[in-house]
């Protein structure tokens, strides 16, 4: 953080691993998160803001094409693509997930709703399986939102009734 604001850096006031410099050069965005970096911008910008982390930190500058598990595509120059099709196939073929035998048009369940205690029903991966579907959410798959977020609440104590939605929505 230190590093960053001494060679011209400011955090976002609302994104704390969000960082943003406005040169002559142009204008410059470094996205961190623990020791992995996004680093966006025109050119001369992202060049200057290169040479200047190499002077604090041992960096290697590639052309990236995944980030905390989003595939990331830049083929097109100025524009970038991001898609979560590794993170998903990984995650299907870990938990052994077959495809769901006719097309289904919304993630969740309109006609039922997940009532705490009502029918609880032990699922040893429910927490991870939701928390999957959260990463899912927070990344590419905003309709996943509403279903995960009431699936989230009964983590402690899962019932029919979301095992249900959670084995629908995988």
């Not at 410059?28 to 050119?43: Q, R």
């Amino acid at each position: 953080n230190e590093t960053l604001k001494t060679i011209g850096f400011e955090p976002c006031p609302n994104e704390p691993c969000l960082y943003r410099s406005t040169t002559d050069k142009g204008e410059c965005f470094i996205l961190l998160y623990v020791d992995d970096a996004l680093i966006s911008g025109t050119k001369t910008a992202v060049e200057e803001t290169q040479t200047k982390l190499q002077q604090h930190f041992q960096c290697k500058f590639n052309k990236p094409s995944d980030f905390l598990g989003m595939d990331i595509n830049t083929s097109t120059p100025g524009m970038a693509t991001i898609s979560m099709t590794t993170f998903t196939t990984r995650m299907l073929e870990t938990l052994q997930f077959k495809t769901w035998p006719f097309p289904i048009l919304t993630p969740g369940r309109t006609d039922i709703k997940i009532t705490k205690g009502e029918d609880p029903q032990a699922h040893e991966s429910y927490r991870s399986w939701v928390g999957l579907l959260n990463w899912l959410t927070m990344c590419v798959r905003f309709d996943l939102v509403y279903t995960v977020k009431e699936l989230s609440r009964v983590l402690s104590e899962p019932t029919k009734d979301a095992n249900q939605i959670l084995e629908r929505t995988m």
